[in-house]
C-alpha cells in the first residue's frame, strides 16, 4: 500500500490504533467475540455504522452509532473506512482486549463483602 497515495501518515495510523484499543476496552464481551467472528470472515463494512467495527459495542453489529465520547467520526473510523486498516490488525486487537480480560479475571482477588446486619 503506497502511504503516500493514502493522505495518511504512520504517526495517524498509530493514533487511529491506539483509539481502536480504547474503545474495545469499553466493548460489550458479546459484542468483541461478535466482531471477532466478523472479522475471520471479512463480514465487517466499511464506511457506514450499520454493521461497522464500532458499532459491535453493545454486542452485536449496529447496536451503536457513537464512540465513547459521542463521537459519530475518530481517528480509527477515518483510517477504518478508507482501507488503511486490515480485517487481521483490528481482529488482533480484539483478540488481546479479550486476553486483559481474561487476565484480569484469572488475577482478581475475592472481595470481602460486608455483613448484612
Sequence with gaps: MNRETEGFSLGQRQRALAEL?????VFNH?????????????????GS???????YKRGCPGSSRRDRRGRARNAFTILWDHGWLTDEEVESAVRAELRRRAAAVVGARPVALPMAR
Design 30 to 46: 458479546d459484542g468483541l467475540v461478535q466482531l471477532q467472528e466478523d472479522l475471520g470472515r471479512h463480514a465487517v463494512p466499511r
Design 49 to 55: 455504522w450499520g454493521g461497522c467495527v464500532m458499532s
Design 21 to 25: 484499543r480504547a474503545e474495545l476496552r
